[in-house]
């Protein structure tokens, strides 16, 4: 992993969204860790932009929650906490259950075999332990089902719910033999989906967030008590 955040190329995106990607990667990645100060300056000149849209960078991710804007301090890079994760992930069961309910008799043959190929992709993905690729393939699969309601509220809350969990679940693809594990969930996700079965789609996305939280507290657990043990 380089030490800096690489500098912006040309694009079709405009450079305020380019440099919030750019940022958002870095603090899942821990380049810039949890509770460190964000010098502006630095990212300005890193990132080879003005100050303009790092500023209206980082206010949009604190709308996401990866930022925290102090007053007369700056801007923070928000810590992550057991609490905050296992509300978020309460929160996501209740949103994300209930929408895969109502999502089931509305899928389409079309949109199983998409979520079919991007099984494959995933399945690829992890073949070659590309992270990055598993999670734009694995978010497609799940928001196929949540499209499929056709309710853009919906779909808006939950993908800013989902940017939040980013933050854990990095963490959870850190984890090793998890291959299997995220195959067996997505199958039985895929299952209940062929089927149009609203309960066993609502029960099988709940169970899979529940299997992601179970694996990030263990791993954050383990982590604390490493740095206790090195006190």
Not at 7 to 36: C, F, H, M, Y
Not at 89 to 95: D, I, M
Not at 116 to 128: F, I, K, P, T
Not at 200 to 221: N, P, S
Request: proline letters at 2%; a neutral charge.
């Amino acid at each position: 992993m380089s030490d800096r955040i690489l500098p912006i190329e040309e694009s079709r995106k405009t450079i305020a969204l380019i440099v919030q990607d750019r940022i958002r990667d870095a603090i899942l990645s821990g380049l810039l860790p949890p509770g460190s100060r964000i010098d502006q300056n630095q990212l300005a000149s890193d990132l080879n932009v003005s100050l303009v849209p790092v500023r209206e960078a980082l206010k949009k991710l604190e709308g996401e929650g990866f930022i925290h804007i102090v007053p007369r301090r700056g801007a923070f890079i928000t810590k992550t906490s057991l609490e905050d994760m296992e509300d978020l992930y309460f929160t996501r069961s209740l949103l994300e259950g209930q929408t895969a309910y109502h999502a089931a008799e509305k899928l389409t043959d079309e949109a199983i075999e998409h979520m079919e190929s991007l099984m494959r992709e995933m399945d690829a993905a992890l073949a070659v332990d590309d992270k990055n690729r598993f999670m734009r393939a694995n978010r497609d699969f799940h928001f196929t089902i949540y499209n499929a309601v056709g309710s853009h509220y919906l779909s808006n809350m939950i993908n800013g719910l989902w940017d939040l969990a980013l933050r854990y679940r990095y963490r959870y693809m850190l984890l090793q033999n998890q291959a299997s594990v995220l195959r067996q969930e997505h199958e039985v996700i895929l299952k209940a989906c062929h089927a149009r079965d609203a309960r066993a789609l609502r029960d099988a996305v709940v169970d899979h967030m529940q299997q992601t939280l179970v694996g990030v507290r263990e791993y954050l657990e383990g982590q604390g008590k490493e740095k206790k043990g090195k006190k």
